[in-house]
C-alpha cells in the first residue's frame, strides 16, 4: 500500500514536471515569435526611411532643366567649348563639329575671332540683327576699383546675328573680358563668361544670356 502511494506521487511528479516543460516550451516559442516580429518591424521601418532618405536626395539634387539659348528669346547665346591651346586642336573636338552645324559661320573661320590671355574657348551669339557685340579688355584693377566693364581697351567688335569663337580667361575666379552688348532700341548689357567654381557650368548670371545646349 505504501508502494502504491509513492508510485502515486512519483507519476504525480512527473506529470507536472512535463506540464511546466510544455508551457516553458510554449512560452519561448511564442517570445522567439515575437523578437521575430519585432525585427521585421524594425527592418521594414528602417527601409521605409533609406527609401525616404533617398527619394528626398535625389529630389533635393535634381537640377532644372535649362533652357536652350537657341530656342529662348534671349539676346546673347553663350556656349563653354572647352581647354583649347590653339584652333587646330578646337576643330578636331565634337564640340566645334556641333558648332559648326548649327551655325555655318563657324567652319569659314580659320583661327579665333579673339584670343586674349587664357585657354577657355566659348562660342558666343548677339541672336538679332538689331544687336551689336563688342568685346574689350576687363582687368582686375576695373573690378577691384568698381570701374565700368565696358571701359576697357576694345578688343574686338563683331557684326549682328554671327556666331563667333572667343579664347579667355587665365584665372579662374574672374574673366579678363568683358562682353558688351547693344540693341538698336537702346538698351545694352554687359556680360563677362566664365566657369562655376562649384560646378564647372558656365555662369549666365542675367536674363539677356543664356546657355547654348547641343542636343
Known amino acids: 500500500m505504501k508502494r502504491k502511494f509513492l508510485y502515486g506521487l512519483l507519476i504525480m511528479a512527473m506529470c507536472a514536471c512535463e506540464s511546466q516543460t510544455q508551457k516553458n516550451e510554449n512560452n519561448s516559442e511564442k517570445d522567439t515569435t515575437s523578437q521575430v516580429a519585432d525585427t521585421t518591424a524594425i527592418i521594414a521601418s528602417t527601409d521605409s526611411v533609406a527609401v525616404e532618405e533617398q527619394s528626398s536626395q ?34 578636331s573636338s565634337n564640340n566645334y563639329i556641333k558648332a559648326a552645324h548649327i551655325f555655318p559661320e563657324i567652319a569659314q573661320k580659320e583661327d579665333f575671332s579673339l584670343k ?24 582686375f584693377d576695373m ?16 557684326e549682328t546675328n554671327t556666331a563667333y569663337l572667343i579664347k579667355c580667361n587665365v584665372s579662374d575666379t574672374h574673366s579678363n573680358i568683358n562682353i558688351h552688348v547693344e540693341t ?7 556680360y563677362s563668361p566664365r566657369l562655376s567654381l562649384q560646378d ?12 547654348i545646349i547641343f542636343n
Open 143 to 158: 573690378l577691384l576699383n568698381g570701374q565700368d566693364e565696358s571701359d576697357g581697351k576694345i578688343l574686338f567688335e563683331g
Open 200 to 211: 564647372g557650368s558656365v555662369i549666365t548670371s542675367q536674363a539677356n544670356v543664356a546657355e
Open 116 to 139: 586674349a590671355n587664357g585657354e577657355e574657348v566659348y562660342l558666343i551669339i548677339a541672336k538679332f540683327d538689331s544687336a551689336k557685340v563688342t568685346i574689350n579688355e576687363l582687368t
Open 184 to 190: 538698336k532700341d537702346g538698351k545694352s548689357f554687359n
Open 58 to 91: 535625389a529630389t533635393s539634387t535634381k537640377k532644372p532643366k535649362k533652357e536652350n539659348a537657341i530656342d529662348k528669346n534671349n539676346v546673347l547665346g553663350v556656349k563653354f567649348m572647352g581647354y583649347f591651346k590653339d584652333y587646330a586642336r578646337l576643330k
